[in-house]
């Protein structure tokens, strides 16, 4: 699976972004999918996931209210929908990937080390 992330950019603070994560070489239907930012000198952390079958998310709680991540399987394509973006939502933000099993399929990890693709990476910066 590769997996290319896009949509961020330079907006003021309150503003909206919506990032995008596209793949190609498989469909998503099998893989949870999750968003993680690396703010510049921070650990990357983990800010949203979604499961591969309902579509169960998770937030990490300095996003919950604002933003939303959700999957279009029939374009292949992951988004995070970012609202009342904050000068601390400033980073580079990664999606990646991990097979799910029919076992686990109600579940994302909501740690790094479980991800089997990942994107390149995309900037958002928060500033006036």
């Known amino acids: 699976v590769q997996l290319q992330a896009s949509g961020g950019g330079l907006v003021q603070p309150g503003s909206s972004l919506r990032l995008s994560c596209a793949a190609s070489g498989s469909t998503l239907d099998d893989y949870a999918i999750g968003w993680f930012r690396q703010a510049p000198g921070k650990e990357r952390e983990g800010v949203s996931c979604i499961t591969r079958a309902e579509g169960i998310t998770q937030y990490v709680d300095s996003v919950k209210g604002r933003f939303t991540i959700s999957r279009d399987n029939a374009k292949n394509t992951v988004y995070l929908q970012m609202s009342s973006l904050k000068p601390e939502d400033t980073a580079v933000y990664y999606c990646?990937?991990?097979?799910?099993?029919?076992?686990?399929?109600?579940?994302?990890?909501?740690?790094?080390?479980?991800?089997?693709?990942w994107g390149q990476g995309t900037l958002v910066t928060v500033s006036s």
């Open positions: 990646a990937a991990v097979k799910r099993s029919f076992h686990n399929r109600d579940s994302c990890p909501k740690n790094a080390t479980p991800y089997d693709y």
